[in-house]
């Protein structure tokens, strides 16, 4: 559950997804189980730049204006615009690959010089190109998934999105629960599986009770993220094992975080300190922790997101904002208090995310083998790797799948 109460006013607050886009029917989605949406709000805060590597403040930084940051959006949207139905809901349009649009595979930098959108940087990194770590060292592709034209649509305007009025994203997946009943195994883990074109054995067991259960499918449908650690108990071959090898990923944790130091009604962002003076092709890369937000005016909460390579554990993530916060404090960026550190109030691990391969990869098919494996030992996949981050283009991604899955 991505969600902190605050305990001062009962009032939720959902630190991981914080808004849904309408795509698809996503809003109906919400419907059919009764629960009510709107335009969520967002805190309109200040903003203090500094490096949270060295404690340097970025003194002469400023963000682009609004109309030029518009500007470079609206021209950034109509590229991607042009590559969208190849990338979502998901890959079935995607070109051969000798055929991969040339866009997709440019390093991003040279993508922004191409098409003159260097004001649209800030807003991309800061919203959620921060994914893929610096984007401007990776290729298009990964980071036009992470934003992509629906997210630029939304932030011009030409797209809405909602939240769940109550400001608890939880009120859908708990409205889900009771629908499904006694139809899910919950608190429950594969242990093991045989995967044929016959169908499927699964054994699963409860990590509470120790219950085993086995299951005979006709066909398995899988949505973890596609890591050995994961899949372990799904009985992959050697196809199987190295098709999903090549994927570089993502660890990404959220937290709701309080110390008296952090200012009031402030977002303090992390920017290396050679992007001062306006700099706007300067981001940091993994591992790092990406801003200091307060979850709405005059809160003494704040939401962090600590982004890293896969080999960053949560410990280590919590222990990397601890050592910028005192960097900061240090430095005098921000002023010292009673409190020692940051206060830990809620935390989560996102796991693996922001599945991509490199150029090479790209160009040697693998769009095309990872589209081969669906419905190969009975076996279908949904989830990031197959299309996206997004939920709601998920879900869609979904209502494309499943009729295809029943099909055969």
Known sequence: ??????????????????????????????????????????????????????????????SPSWDEQLAALEAYVSVAEKYEELIVPGYWNFPDASEIPEDLLLNFGDFVEKYNITDALPIIFSTTGLGVGNPLDKITLPV?????????????????????????NQDLYDAIARFLGDKVYCNTRAIS????????????????SGQETVVNAKKLLIAVEPVAKKLAAFDLDEHEEHLFSKFQFTREYTAIVSNPSLPTNYSVTNLPYAANDNNYKTYPDFNFTSSFDAVHYDSDLYRIDV?????????????????????????????????????????????????????????????????????????????AAFSSNYQTILWQYNEVLLPQLLAT
Request: hydrophobic share 35%.
């Open 193 to 208: 599986s045989t995967r044929s074109e016959d169908g499927v054995i699964v054994t699963v067991r409860n990590v509470l």
């Open 144 to 168: 036009m998934q992470d934003f992509g034209a629906q997210m630029g649509r939304l932030l011009t305007g030409a797209q809405t999105s909602f939240a769940p009025s109550s400001g608890r």
């Open 307 to 383: 982004i890293g390579d896969e080999n960053l554990g949560p410990q280590e993530a919590k222990a990397l904002a601890q050592q910028n916060f005192k960097t900061l404090v240090e430095s005098g960026v921000l002023p010292a208090s009673n409190q020692t550190g940051l206060k830990f109030e809620a935390f989560s691990d996102h796991g693996p995310m922001h599945d991509r391969v490199s150029v090479e990869e790209l160009k040697a098919g693998f769009i095309q083998d990872l589209l081969g494996l669906q419905g190969l030992r009975s076996t279908w996949y949904t989830g």
């Open 1 to 62: 559950m991505l969600y902190y109460t605050d305990p001062d006013n009962a009032k939720p607050y959902d630190f991981g997804v914080m808004v849904f886009t309408d795509y698809g029917n996503a809003s109906g989605f919400f419907e059919r189980f009764n629960i009510p949406v709107s335009t969520k709000e967002m805190p309109s805060l200040n903003y203090l730049y500094a490096d949270f590597k060295t404690g340097q403040h970025l003194s002469n930084y400023t």
